[in-house]
C-alpha cells in the first residue's frame, strides 16, 4: 500500500506539479534503477527539496529509499510522524549524537537502515540555509559512509530551491530551478575529513551544470 501510495504521490503528483509550477527542470534518472543501493549526497535549501529527489526517483525504486530527516520537526507530534514515514517514507532521527543509546543515535540509525537493504537521501548541511548559500557539510554522511565504504553515494546539487520556497516561508512560487546528479562513486578513503572534502568537490562540479 505505501510503494502505490509513494508511486502516485510523487510520480503522478508532484512531479508535473514541479516541473510545470515550479519550474523545476529534472534530469534522466534511469541509471538508478541499476544501483542495488545507494546514498544521495544533496545540498539544501527548502522543503522542496526533499520532495524534488524523491519526485525525480524511478518508480521502481521510490519505496526503497528514505530521506533522513529531523525528528524534532517531522516527528514533533505522533501524527506529524506518522505521516511523515507514510507518506514520504523518512527515516527520522534527532540532530545530536547518543552513543551511549544506539537506538536514539543518528549514525547508528542510518546505518541500520542501510544494512537493512535502503537506500538514503542525506542533506550534509544539516538545515536549510539562505537560498543559493551553501553552508558548512557536517560530518554525519562521512561518518556512515566511513563504516559502510562500499555503498556508493550520488552527488545531486539542487539550483534555485530556496527562491521556489525560502526558509520560513510556507508559499510556492514558480522560479527556475534544477537538480543535477553526479556519477555513483565509492569513497576513496575512509577518513571522515577526507570523505567530506571529496562530497565537498563533487558538489562544486556540479554547480557549474
Same mark, same amino acid.
Not at 534503477?33 to 526533499?50: G, M, P, Y
Not at 542525506?122 to 543559493?132: A, K, N, S, W
Given at each position: 500500500?505505501?510503494?502505490?501510495? =509513494?508511486?502516485?504521490?510523487?510520480?503522478?503528483?508532484?512531479?508535473?506539479?514541479?516541473?510545470?509550477?515550479?519550474?523545476? %527542470?529534472?534530469?534522466?534518472?534511469?541509471?538508478?534503477?541499476?544501483?542495488?543501493?545507494?546514498?544521495?549526497?544533496?545540498?539544501?535549501?527548502?522543503?522542496?527539496?526533499?520532495?524534488?529527489?524523491?519526485?525525480?526517483?524511478? %518508480?521502481?525504486?521510490?519505496?526503497?529509499?528514505?530521506?533522513?530527516?529531523?525528528?524534532?520537526?517531522?516527528?514533533?507530534?505522533? %501524527?506529524?510522524?506518522? =505521516?511523515?514515514?507514510?507518506?514520504?517514507?523518512? =527515516?527520522? $532521527?534527532?540532530? %545530536?549524537?547518543?552513543?551511549?543509546?544506539?537506538?536514539?543515535?543518528?549514525?547508528?540509525?542510518?546505518?541500520?537502515?542501510?544494512?537493512?537493504?535502503?537506500?538514503?537521501? $542525506?542533506?550534509?548541511?544539516?538545515?536549510?540555509?539562505?537560498?543559493?548559500?551553501?553552508?558548512?557539510?557536517?560530518?554525519?554522511?562521512?561518518?556512515?559512509?566511513?563504516?559502510?565504504?562500499?555503498?556508493?553515494?550520488?552527488?545531486?546539487?539542487?539550483?534555485?530551491?530556496?527562491?521556489?520556497?525560502?526558509?520560513?516561508?510556507?508559499?510556492?512560487?514558480?522560479?527556475?530551478?534544477? =537538480?543535477?546528479?553526479?556519477?555513483?562513486?565509492?569513497?576513496?578513503?575512509?577518513?571522515?575529513?577526507?570523505?567530506?572534502?571529496?562530497?565537498?568537490?563533487?558538489?562544486?562540479?556540479?554547480?557549474?551544470?
Amino acid at each position: 500500500m505505501q510503494k502505490i501510495c =509513494l508511486q502516485f504521490t510523487f510520480g503522478f503528483l508532484l512531479r508535473p506539479f514541479l516541473r510545470w509550477f515550479v519550474g523545476v %527542470r529534472f534530469c534522466d534518472t534511469d541509471f538508478l534503477s541499476a544501483e542495488k543501493q545507494f546514498i544521495i549526497v544533496a545540498n539544501h535549501n527548502s522543503h522542496l527539496d526533499t520532495m524534488t529527489i524523491m519526485a525525480s526517483l524511478p %518508480r521502481n525504486i521510490i519505496h526503497k529509499v528514505k530521506p533522513v530527516a529531523a525528528a524534532d520537526h517531522f516527528g514533533k507530534t505522533k %501524527r506529524k510522524e506518522k =505521516l511523515s514515514n507514510f507518506f514520504i517514507n523518512t =527515516l527520522l $532521527i534527532q540532530r %545530536r549524537r547518543d552513543k551511549e543509546n544506539p537506538e536514539n543515535d543518528p549514525i547508528h540509525k542510518m546505518i541500520k537502515a542501510l544494512d537493512d537493504g535502503f537506500s538514503l537521501i $542525506i542533506f550534509p548541511e544539516g538545515t536549510r540555509g539562505e537560498p543559493e548559500v551553501q553552508q558548512p557539510l557536517k560530518p554525519g554522511v562521512a561518518l556512515v559512509l566511513s563504516q559502510r565504504p562500499h555503498i556508493k553515494y550520488i552527488p545531486a546539487y539542487m539550483k534555485g530551491m530556496g527562491k521556489a520556497m525560502p526558509k520560513d516561508d510556507g508559499l510556492i512560487v514558480p522560479h527556475n530551478a534544477s =537538480l543535477v546528479f553526479g556519477d555513483p562513486t565509492t569513497v576513496a578513503t575512509t577518513d571522515v575529513d577526507g570523505i567530506l572534502q571529496q562530497i565537498a568537490a563533487d558538489f562544486d562540479r556540479l554547480k557549474n551544470f
